[in-house]
């Protein structure tokens, strides 16, 4: 992944720009206009705006189509960034966005502490993709599996969070915030429920993948994650990783290898029919896509479910 070495430069001439054309007015929520809120990538911008309901305009860095790991800055998103009441991003995830917000007075607001990024990609199953130091080092994820919102106990207390940062740029509003992280919280609750169910019984709990994104997801449910890369998705694996994968395939019997959107198939499209498995696409929610884009992140979560069950023989 190529990082935008060139953010920084541009941050401060277009600060300088935003000062220039403002009116001094340090008034958060905008004399009663919504609060302006940037965000880095989807589930972000989806947790916003289900948090800050009417009162919030949550904007998202990642545009739809886009691979979120490789996010580039036009002078335009460096403005916003700047200009925004409040910055919702996860540090070390998009070194362009980190770049970004080394010059945001005071806006940026990091979710990692509520996500609790415990799982490494050694963690949550076999990292097959075999990155280089320097290849890791051009996107750093302060080596943990940064794709919490897989797992809704962690995507609520995210939730949560940012109901508090809401609350303290507009406190007026802080109470509505907090009710509708609770709301959010219920059908949160609701649809891991429903992944434990249709979980709870699987032929197979060997979740082969295109990249390590499911770890969270497979630890909540029972699962064990074997990616076939690690945590940025266009890690080229090396031959002898694409055999240990289809050797783990065969030895474990498992009948399902997991595309991705977003991610070209063609490598998952090979192991599986090295391995005589099938291919089923799942969706890592890291960024909608033309097709995804009419569904919201229950939809998805939904989808993927019953995509689960199917793949993993669930009955």
Known sequence: ???????????????????????????????????????????????????????????????????????????????????????????????AVDDAITEADGTAFDVTKAARLDLAATDDGHDHGGESAEEHAGHDHGSQDPHFWLDPERYADVADAIAGELGRVDPDHAAEYEQNAKDMRTRLDSLDASFREGLKDCQTTDLVTSHAAFGYLADAYGLTQESITGLTPETEPSAQAMKDV????????????????LVPKDIAETIAKEADAQVMVLDPIEGVTDESSAQDYFGIMEANLTTLEKGQSCS
């Open 1 to 95: 992944m190529v990082v935008m070495k060139r953010t920084a430069l541009l941050v401060a001439p277009l600060l300088a720009l935003a000062a220039c054309g403002s009116d001094g007015s340090d008034d958060a929520a905008g004399g009663g206009d919504r609060l302006e809120v940037v965000t880095s990538f989807y589930p972000l911008q989806y947790a916003v705006q289900q948090v800050g309901g009417d009162r919030v305009e949550a904007t998202n860095l990642t545009r739809p189509g886009a691979e979120p790991h490789d996010l580039e800055l036009s002078p335009k998103d460096v403005l916003s960034v700047a200009q925004a009441d409040s910055v919702v991003y996860l540090a070390d995830f998009q070194p």
């Open 246 to 261: 289809v050797e783990h395939i065969r030895e474990h019997d498992v009948p399902t290898v997991y595309a991705e959107t």
